[in-house]
């Protein structure tokens, strides 16, 4: 028919509006002819001759592959103008398959801080995390936040740097602390845990501790020499995590025990920071 009514979109040029579409859009309709023949339909499509692929339903039915392509609309209205003809049961449109619908969680293996993904925060993968004080297993507001540095890498250019506390500290025995988050999607399978870090912290001054879904899984160990190297954290085997989602928190730490550092020798071992790089999900 020239005409087709109905209840699912309206275009009278070369864009279709409809319940959830324009142009190319979701759920109403897409039509492109002559000012003198609008249609008016439902679906979904991509463009291809003049409309491409429609699918869905909305409040008409059409036939016109000249100007669909290879499908057509689907919907409850009558034609217009036309004989009033038996419509066929409409077609419910495909649900997308799981690759083509927009993700809040990639599921990488490996996280190298290099461009695209050198900033920090980079949601959804690294956030800032929660600081939490593992005396008495409270969260606690965290006191700076971790940045992306290129001063330290294991490869590359950039790396993942703790903040340096040394001078929120001065003159009293509070713990200071700042938390970078990783959280793995909840479609993970069964993995373990391993990355690179240079370790300049040394305790009492300072620490990092991993906690797994808020709950200290391991402990970074304390520089041993000056101008330390870079060391695969925790094992070469990794920290084995479970299927599904978790939240993984690097928590760096200054004075961690509360103690009168002014009474304690320097270190000369310690930088008074850590890097971490090319965290792993194995």
């Known amino acids: 028919t020239s005409r087709v009514n109905g209840g699912g979109g309206y275009s009278p040029y070369s864009y279709g509006y409809g319940g959830g579409g324009y142009y190319r859009g979701g759920g109403g309709g897409y039509q492109y002819q002559a000012q003198t023949s609008p249609r008016y339909g439902g679906g979904y499509g991509n463009r291809k001759l003049q409309y491409g692929y429609a699918y869905g339903r909305g409040g008409t039915y059409g036939q016109q592959p000249s100007y669909y392509g290879d499908s057509y609309a689907f919907g409850g209205g009558l034609p217009a103008q036309c004989p009033a003809t038996p419509l066929p049961t409409p077609v419910p449109s495909p649900a997308p398959s799981m690759s083509s619908q927009p993700s809040a969680c990639f599921d990488k293996k490996l996280w190298t801080f290099e461009p695209p993904d050198n900033a920090f925060p980079n949601p959804p993968d690294w956030t800032n995390g929660d600081c939490k004080d593992l005396n008495t297993n409270l969260v606690v507001p ?141």
């Open 142 to 282: 965290c006191d700076k936040n971790w940045a992306i540095k290129f001063d330290k890498k294991d490869t590359g250019i950039f790396s993942l740097k703790s903040p340096s506390l040394d001078g929120l500290g001065s003159g009293d025995t509070n713990t200071y602390r700042g938390s970078a988050r990783l959280t793995v999607c909840p479609t993970s399978p069964a993995r373990a845990l391993r990355f690179r870090v240079f370790p300049g912290a040394v305790r009492p001054f300072d620490r990092l501790v991993v906690l797994v879904d808020g709950v200290e899984a391991f402990q970074v160990n304390d520089a041993n020499k000056i101008d330390e190297e870079w060391t695969t954290v925790p094992s070469a085997g990794g920290f084995a995590l479970t299927a599904g989602g978790h939240t993984i928190d690097f928590q760096y730490e200054f004075n961690p025990f509360g103690t009168d550092l002014p009474m304690v020798p320097v270190d000369p071992d310690r930088v008074g920071t850590v890097w971490i790089d090319n965290v792993e999900l194995l």
